[in-house]
């Protein structure tokens, strides 16, 4: 861990903690949270909640970097719970989605009512008169999007005065779906006198004005870098022609037992895949930004309860949807931003288990690929069904990728990193793999 200092220093911060892989009751909890953990069978700290709780019980600014699936919302609301429960005023959570912040709210309501605790959760799409009610109700914790809260704010139904907690959860996300604006107007309308806690999977250069201008000597905590992948999640790639990838998903989900979430770039995407799933006999729900909150929520809760085995979904749910039990991931459609890949299938493998992720690319996505690869650091490993003609990606020219990638003028053809002959583009060696299908080299 490092202190960061308002001149742009970085100075190590080692709080007093046990070693990694201890139990809660090593990190300063007050014992009636630690009661609430135990009931909900919290029993092992994640990295994440390991190094931050014991620096957020504090009171420090903190910047905490942490992929998906890390425990992030426990590490903030454990110390959130036990400070509001010695002092007054309240806790604001900032997220980038609806259900996140459904979510975020979930987590909180584990441990809240021992102190007797309300909160509130204001999102779009969803009832203002019950988030009217939610307010008059007093909350100590708000949860909220940010386009939601201005409208409360400009229309005066919810004070910040007495906010002393802001949590910016999933910050880079917010940054990318454009609500810098808004955040910067919260940030103008809560007192000066807060601690602020901002969790992120990366640190592009908006969020570090943001910390340098709106956050005391925060502590930055980073469990793994941009890019890391979780160590349980197994991959495989796909090479394809467009008008195969219908009949290879049929064959891939055949292969698998367990639920299924699966990618499309597109809301008009997600909704064709699921129409012809549903076609073909498989439980599919769809939940992508042209859904009602209700459909979203009905699809969510029926793919939890199984209800639906199969989830398409575009990226706002990349890091909005946490269920535990995932086995498969699909990336039906390779993201536009490689940072996109790490969330979505940061969705399996949680909690300790096993889980696997495919990527079906088509010929002439060797850039997607290689930005992937570049990220992760490793080749994906490629994958041959054998009822579909082999595929090889089809070579870059100049004209066609120039633009792509960036100033440089000279590039050379790019060639699958499992390519039988030619020059080679590896970042890393390939995951150790077993395919359920026959696997050849290209």
């Known amino acids: 861990m490092w ?41 092992i700290p994640t990295p994440i909640q390991h ?20 425990g992030k919302t426990l590490a903030f609301a ?35 009512p021992i102190f007797g605790m309300r909160t509130a959760v204001l999102i779009g799409g969803a009832s203002m ?38 949590v910016l959860d999933e910050a880079d996300r917010m940054l990318d779906m454009g609500f810098l604006p808004q955040i910067e107007k919260v940030l103008r309308a809560i007192p000066k006198d807060r601690q602020t806690m901002l969790f992120s999977a990366t640190i592009p250069a908006d969020i570090v004005r943001i910390a340098t ?14 890019g890391t992948m979780p160590e349980r999640i197994t991959q495989e790639l796909f090479i394809v022609k467009k008008e195969n990838k219908g009949r290879l998903l049929s064959k891939i989900l055949k292969q698998y037992n367990g639920s299924v979430l699966l990618f499309s770039r597109t809301k008009r995407g997600a909704a064709k895949i699921t129409r012809a799933l549903r076609e073909k006999g498989w439980r599919a729900a769809e939940i992508h930004s042209d859904k009602s909150l209700p459909q979203r929520r009905e699809a969510l ?32 459609d390779l993201p536009e931003d490689a940072e996109n890949y790490v969330h979505r299938i940061g969705r399996t493998g949680r909690a300790g288990h096993a889980g696997h992720a495919i990527a079906i690319a088509t010929p002439d996505q060797a850039f ?12 994906l490993p490629v994958a041959e069904h054998p009822e579909f003609p082999k595929e090889i990606f089809q070579a870059i020219t100049e004209q066609s990728s120039g633009p792509k990638y960036g100033h440089s003028q000279h590039r050379r053809p790019y060639r699958s990193p499992h390519s039988g002959s030619g020059n080679r583009h590896h970042f890393g060696k390939p995951q150790s793999h077993q395919s359920r299908y026959p696997r050849k080299s290209y």
């Open 368 to 379: 997607e690929v290689r930005s992937i690869e570049k990220l992760i650091k490793t080749a």
């Open 3 to 43: 202190l960061c200092m308002a001149s742009g220093a970085i100075m190590p911060y080692m709080p007093h903690t046990s070693q990694p892989n201890s139990s809660f009751y090593s990190l300063g909890i007050a014992p009636k949270i630690l009661e609430a953990l135990d009931k909900n069978k919290f029993t």
């Open 78 to 112: 454990i110390p959130i719970i036990q400070r509001l429960a010695q002092r007054k005023g309240k806790a604001l959570i900032l997220v980038p989605t609806r259900e996140l912040a459904i979510q975020v709210d979930e987590t909180f309501r584990k441990l809240t």
């Open 213 to 226: 201008a709106h956050m005391k000597l925060p502590i930055h905590i980073e469990v793994a870098p941009s």
């Open 51 to 70: 190094k931050a709780i014991p620096v957020c019980i504090e009171g420090s600014d903190i910047i905490g970097v942490a992929q998906t699936g890390t």
């Open 301 to 332: 809760e029926g793919f939890k309860s199984g209800k639906y085995r199969i989830l398409v979904a575009t990226d706002i749910a990349a890091r909005g949807i946490d269920v535990v039990g995932i086995e498969l991931v699909i990336n039906y």
């Open 129 to 166: 008169h019950n988030q009217l009610q939610a307010l008059r109700g007093s909350p100590r914790v708000i949860v909220a999007t940010p386009g939601r809260l201005v409208d409360h704010m400009e229309q005066r139904t919810v004070m910040l005065a007495d906010v002393n907690i802001l």
